[in-house]
């Protein structure tokens, strides 16, 4: 009996193992500036410049001393800054200011700023000390 030639089926396989690398190859590479696309759109949705801004101004806030007037005037501008933040972009935005007990000094006493930052795409957490001098 005379041998079959299969030679050309090892030429077929190897087009076929071949393609469906290439293809494979295709996908992972289509699939890159999607993830590059996401992560530019992520870095300029981040609303920098307004956490900054909400920062400077309660920084000064945090630095009040614990007397009446000065928390009649914490949520005054408590009520300002969520009115603004709602009027402008539709952020919902917590602070609070509270003095800690273990972490002072001679000369300063530091109070811990916690600021809360959410507009629906960004949720932001920022808590940091803020000193005010000793009288």
Do not use: C
Not at 2 to 23: C, N, P, S, Y
Not at 59 to 65: E, I, K, M
Not at 70 to 87: E, F, G, P, V, W
């Amino acid at each position: 009996m005379e041998r079959l030639d299969d030679e050309g089926q090892w030429i077929v396989l190897m087009g076929v193992v071949v393609a469906t690398g290439m293809f494979i190859l295709a996908i992972i590479i289509n699939q890159a500036p999607m993830v590059g696309q996401s992560t530019s759109e992520a870095v300029l949705e981040f609303p920098k410049n307004e956490i900054q801004d909400i920062r400077y101004h309660l920084a000064p806030l945090a630095q009040l001393d614990n007397s009446s007037e000065s928390n009649k005037t914490i949520d005054r501008a408590k009520k300002d800054m969520r009115a603004l933040s709602m009027a402008r972009n539709n952020a919902v935005m917590y602070f609070e200011t509270n003095s800690t007990t273990n972490m002072a000094d001679l000369f300063y006493r530091y109070n811990r700023l916690t600021i809360r930052y959410n507009n629906g795409v960004t949720e932001y957490y920022e808590e940091h000390l803020v000193s005010v001098r000793l009288p």
